[in-house]
């Protein structure tokens, strides 16, 4: 440093820091030789606070005022720097400022799928991103946990570390849910409330505090949500012989309108709808009808049934298993069972693929003995 800034810095004697940055966390206000004037003026804005650091230790913590750099104003400052005698001359110290308002839209997401088990889709991938908000609350703790001598110090250098607590968090909250993945979407908000309380006192370590999580997407690989897509188209078409008529009508329509359409074309596509509504509602005709064999039915699956015995599910059985809990007479035509594909629990008796499981040969009693 040259002999006029020296000189110049000497004549200075009003510290402030106006932060024209949005990710400045702490800002060391620069000083030639760390040396401040005594009666000095110090400015201290709204959302800021001002460290003293004396020899390496934390002298004092000023908020938001306008402060006169003196004995009285700086008692434990003073008692380090001996002007308990009213000795007047420049002290060497460091000016920390800590940026106290709100640093949001920080952003955090999985880096990699996170994986879970759901009961309808089984074992699925989700990917989740979502945004928090941090403040600086205890500047001691943060400068001896965080900041060090860094004189300036920004939220890119905390963020990756702050990142992966909230994921390693989030990972843990969501496979201990049993959260459904489709009723995820209506339980962002509970997530991320949950995640802030988990999650708060670790950031507190720091000297942090975090305000808020939001969780702002959850989605599925692109194959599942193209398969989910398809489910969702089949459900919306309703009534297929309906959807075969309309489909024709609108494509003889739009002949029409280009001038290629015909009578005899829209005859036809009325009654190729027809038809193929027709064979859909009649039955089809048994093989000994109409001489051809008919495509044989899909297997009766035999594994993973579950049953209720005693109130209380039991499973998976394969059909074996069911027919000798039969001969056992551990289960009833009554008994409840499911397997996956059903939507809720049904009697033994009422499900088509167990039907013949309780055909069996009774045995048929003697009489009872003459009395004598």
């Known amino acids: 440093m040259g002999l006029w800034e020296k000189l110049f810095g000497e004549f200075i004697d009003i510290i402030e820091w106006t932060d024209s940055s949005v990710d400045t966390m702490v800002y060391r206000f620069p000083r030639y030789g760390n040396e401040i004037k005594f009666g000095a003026k110090l400015t201290v804005r709204e959302s800021q606070v001002a460290v003293f650091v004396s020899e390496g230790e934390i002298a004092d913590i000023l908020g938001p005022g306008m402060y006169e750099l003196e004995t009285k104003n700086l008692p434990i400052l003073s008692t380090l720097q001996h002007w308990d005698h009213g000795f007047e001359s420049p002290f060497k110290a460091e000016v920390y400022f800590f940026n106290t308002k709100q640093f949001v839209d920080l952003k955090w997401g999985t880096r990699n799928p996170v994986m879970m088990r759901d009961k309808e889709f089984g074992m699925v991938r989700l990917r989740t991103f979502g945004t928090y908000s941090i403040r600086i609350e205890d500047p001691a703790k943060f400068i001896r946990e965080i900041v060090g001598t860094d004189g300036h110090f920004t939220v890119d250098e905390i963020s990756a570390q702050l990142r992966n607590l909230i994921v390693t968090r989030y990972t843990d909250i969501l496979g201990s849910s049993q959260i459904p993945v489709l009723d995820l979407a209506g339980n962002q908000q509970q997530l991320g409330e ?68 015909s009578a005899i074309e829209m005859g036809l596509g009325f009654a190729m709808a027809n038809k193929m509504a027709q064979d859909m509602n009649t039955p089809h005709a048994s093989s000994q009808e109409t001489g051809t064999s008919l495509p044989k039915p899909p297997p009766i699956p035999d594994t993973n049934w579950h049953v209720v015995i005693d109130r209380q599910q039991r499973g998976p059985y394969d059909l074996n298993q069911l027919r000798e809990m039969v001969e056992k007479r551990q289960i009833t035509p009554g008994t409840l069972a499911w397997i996956d ?22 045995v048929v009693l003697p009489p009872p003995l003459p009395k004598k």
């Open 194 to 261: 949950l995640l802030t309380q988990r999650i708060a006192p670790e950031f507190k370590e720091y000297g942090l505090k975090l305000t808020k999580i939001l969780v702002e997407n959850i989605s599925l690989p692109p194959a599942v949500e193209e398969a989910l897509d398809k489910r969702t188209s089949m459900g919306m078409i309703g009534d297929l012989n309906k959807y075969i008529q309309f489909g024709a009508a609108e494509s003889m329509q739009t002949g029409a309108g280009s001038g290629t359409g």
């Open 341 to 362: 594909g059903m939507k809720t629990w049904e009697s033994i008796e009422s499900i088509k693929a167990l039907e013949g499981l309780f055909d069996t040969e009774e």
